[in-house]
């Protein structure tokens, strides 16, 4: 793969960028180094709980520049996939309080949880307060024929020093055993994203690269799509029968190659 003869560069954040609060070693050069040369720049996350305007707080106090327009967040696109897949719609959703103010500025009635009876769509993204009466009218709502819409899979939310919460793909899964019922996703690995992605750039998928540190949901999701692919490799990662156009272990690796 030539690096040079493309046009974009798109990057996952947890894991990629930073980790917790600690930005990665090299990253913020070889950003410099992309903008220099007049490549596009798009941050790519399955973040659930946050959109881009939090997101670019996090970057810019960690010394990375950017604007709203280069920061894409699974959360952020959930209101308006849902609205052209089913309309405004009455919706049963757990998550962050701005993930429900998203899907209420997209149009949908968000509804109370004792509501669940009315409900023609479940969302479920990262929930820090769930619990079994937030489980039971999920799975009911879904198991009478409620839409089923997972804002990501992802089972941990990591943190710093190896660290971890349960992910949005926990709660999803708690759902899906309890109703029966498989979501639609809208984040990676899954194409919405990565389409997305492709629309805010306006660029076909051979101009553009992601780059990621996790096989399955970065590298795989974005093959699937069409993407050109640099795996960031984790110390001790075994790609399995996935074969990302570049790998690299740091950014360091990545600079001359530019």
């Known amino acids: 793969m030539d690096l040079r003869s493309l046009r974009a560069f798109v990057f996952d954040l947890d894991g990629c960028v930073y980790n917790g609060e600690t930005l990665l070693p090299g990253v913020g050069t070889v950003l410099d180094a992309l903008r220099r040369s007049g490549r596009r720049v798009l941050f790519l996350t399955n973040n659930s709980r946050q959109a881009a305007d939090e997101l670019l707080d996090k970057l810019r106090r960690l010394d990375i520049a950017a604007d709203p327009e280069e920061i894409l967040s699974a959360a952020e696109i959930a209101g308006p996939l ?20 998203l899907l209420a500025a ?19 993204g990262h929930d820090d307060d769930f619990g079994y009466r937030k489980l039971t009218a999920l799975a009911r709502a ?4 409620a839409a089923f819409v997972a804002v990501n899979l992802d089972p941990r939310l990591p943190v710093e020093a190896g660290e971890f919460f349960p992910g949005c793909g926990a709660i ?17 690995p ?9 629309e805010r750039l306006g660029l ?8 990621g540190d ?8 974005a093959e699937g799509v069409g993407l050109g692919t640099i795996w960031i490799a984790p110390p001790g990662a075994d790609p399995g029968d996935v074969r990302p156009d570049l790998t690299i272990h740091t950014y360091a690796e990545l600079l001359p190659m530019l």
């Not at 849902?82 to 103010?101: K, N």
């Not at 149009?107 to 009315?118: A, K, S």
């Not at 899954?190 to 492709?198: D, G, Q, T, V, W």
């Open 190 to 198: 899954e194409p919405p994203l990565f389409r997305s992605a492709l």
């Open 204 to 211: 076909p998928p051979q101009a553009v690269v992601m780059v």
């Open 214 to 221: 996790s096989i399955h949901s970065d590298i795989r999701g």
């Open 106 to 124: 997209a149009g949908h009635t968000v509804l109370p949880l004792d509501d669940y009876r009315r409900a023609q769509v479940v969302v479920i």
């Open 82 to 101: 849902l609205r052209a897949r089913y309309g405004p719609s009455r919706v049963l959703a757990v998550g962050s309080p701005r993930l429900l103010a």
């Open 142 to 145: 879904v198991r009478a024929g």
């Open 172 to 188: 999803v899964e708690a759902v899906a055993a309890a109703g029966g019922v498989r979501p639609m996703v809208i984040g990676k």
